[in-house]
């Protein structure tokens, strides 16, 4: 039973982290994070596609 508990953790866990980019451009109210969501589940698992998508997530838009 401690197997499946340990499972889920596991699975939860690496969900986040493969969801982070889009997570943090939702919690910074980032204007693309539509398009960030898009690039993160689609190309996400290419490592590259990954990384593109949390630095984009980072940047920040000025208001004018």
Do not use: D, R
Not at 15 to 21: A, E
Not at 41 to 62: D, E, N, P, R
């Amino acid at each position: 039973m401690a197997n499946v508990f340990t499972g889920i953790f596991w699975l939860l866990a690496l969900m986040f982290l493969y969801f982070l980019p889009y997570i943090n451009a939702h919690e910074k109210g980032h204007p693309q994070k539509e398009a960030i969501g898009c690039i993160n589940l689609f190309l996400g698992w290419t490592f590259i596609g990954w990384v593109v998508a949390l630095a984009w997530s980072c940047t920040t838009q000025k208001k004018e």
